[in-house]
């Protein structure tokens, strides 16, 4: 006996909700809507106001001053500039002058907190204290009066420009230290795009041996493998555009160094200042992060037989990476905004620039706002970067 086949059951087609003031949601989204056009009336009228009182004043405004010459000189600059060079230029010195101490900062703050953050655990009671006590003090001590502190010690008391300390080509005094420099020429650029090859590869070859080792448990040889990728292709690059290297090299004038690269003691005081201080919070957050990572962890560790070192690196890192990120974020936000306090020790970042343009032009909302664009615009920058390391470093849970 056969039976009829059936048509398979359809589910019934969704309705589209209709707008209702009993939905959660729709009265989030008309909160949203309402809570946006009353900020933008706000700005909008603050600004309008702002342009009538000025207007009334006769005060000029708009960013039509950025392409008349600057008309003042900048002490130090990685760029080509000279006082009839637009204000725009200007603060394009300033930009790159902040980000000088920005990027060398937490990197060079990044590697010394971790370092301290991982002695606090050393079984070392000396190591212990010596790292407690450089986080009690430089934490707790402002970082103006360490900027300050450090301006004074490099511009006091350091030996006079004609009379410099020297060890080799290396010269230290007043005018801060001055080092050989390579000149630039095309087989650097070929070094530099083998540099770049070799981190590719690196990458690619850590990548390939942490799948093998989480899949067969065999660890893989990293760190040499690791080193001879950075090292070999930027050598190879280097030998087949012909092995050309020639230094600048400062010799001793009539009344001091001149010739070769130089950093002035505004900027190593401010290098100083903000890596010290930003590196006691750091190491704060590296010790809180791997005192979160369970003992058990660190007990079955060592009952697999795992040296303290690839403990640290293989098992309690990764774990302590989840509750370091976020707050190691912060620390990098707050060093970018404290080279604003550079201005203290006249080093022209841009801050300083910006005060100077605004003292000649009296553009000060103008002045302000780029200053404030250009914070935002890095703290986002830097936000969007750790959180895309935050979302790499996090434990897939299966």
Request: charged residues 15%; hydrophobic residues 50%.
């Amino acid at each position: 006996m056969t039976y009829p086949l059936t048509p398979p059951r359809r589910a019934p087609a969704r309705k589209r909700a209709a707008f209702s003031w009993r939905s959660r949601t729709a009265r989030g989204l008309v909160y949203q809507v309402v809570a946006v056009a009353l900020i933008g009336l706000l700005a909008w009228l603050l600004l309008g106001n702002t342009l009538d009182n000025m207007r009334q004043r006769g005060i000029q405004s708009g960013y039509d001053f950025l392409g008349q010459p600057a008309g003042f000189d900048i002490g130090e600059s990685w760029l080509n500039y000279d006082s009839q060079d637009p204000y725009w230029k200007a603060f394009l010195v300033g930009l790159v002058n902040t980000l000088r101490v920005a990027v060398a900062g937490i990197v060079l703050a990044t590697v010394l907190g971790t370092l301290l953050g991982v002695g606090r655990f050393s079984r070392n009671a000396l190591v212990r204290a010596l790292c407690y006590c450089y986080v009690e003090l430089l934490r707790n001590i402002p970082v103006l009066l360490q900027l300050l502190m450090w301006y004074l010690l490099l511009s006091e008391y350091l030996p006079d420009a004609a009379q410099p300390l020297h060890l080799g080509h290396l010269f230290l005094s007043k005018n801060g230290i001055a080092f050989p420099l390579l000149i630039w020429e095309p087989a650097h650029s070929l070094a530099l795009m083998g540099l770049v090859l070799g981190m590719g590869a690196s990458a690619l070859w850590i990548r390939a041996a942490r799948a093998r080792f989480e899949r067969t448990g065999r660890p893989q040889p990293v760190a040499i493998v690791t080193a001879a990728l950075l090292v070999l292709p930027p050598i190879l690059g280097w030998l087949a555009a012909g092995a050309s290297a020639q230094w600048e090299l400062p010799r001793m004038g009539e009344l001091q160094v001149q010739g070769g690269g130089s950093l002035s003691p505004e900027y190593m005081a401010v290098m100083l200042g903000l890596v010290l201080y930003t590196a006691a919070f750091i190491a704060e957050v590296v010790r809180a992060g791997i005192a979160s990572v369970p003992v058990g962890q660190i007990e079955a560790s060592a009952s697999l037989g795992l040296p303290r070192a690839r403990t640290l690196r293989l098992v309690v890192l990764p774990q302590a990476l989840r509750l370091i990120v976020p707050p190691l974020t912060n620390q990098y936000l707050n060093l970018t905004k404290n080279s604003s306090l550079a201005v203290a020790v006249g080093y022209p970042e841009l801050v300083s620039i910006a005060n100077t343009s605004l003292n000649q032009t009296g553009r000060a909302v103008e002045c302000i706002s780029i200053i404030m664009l250009v914070y935002l615009s890095t703290s986002l920058a830097t936000s969007a970067l750790m959180n895309w390391f935050n979302r790499r470093a996090a434990i897939k849970e299966r």
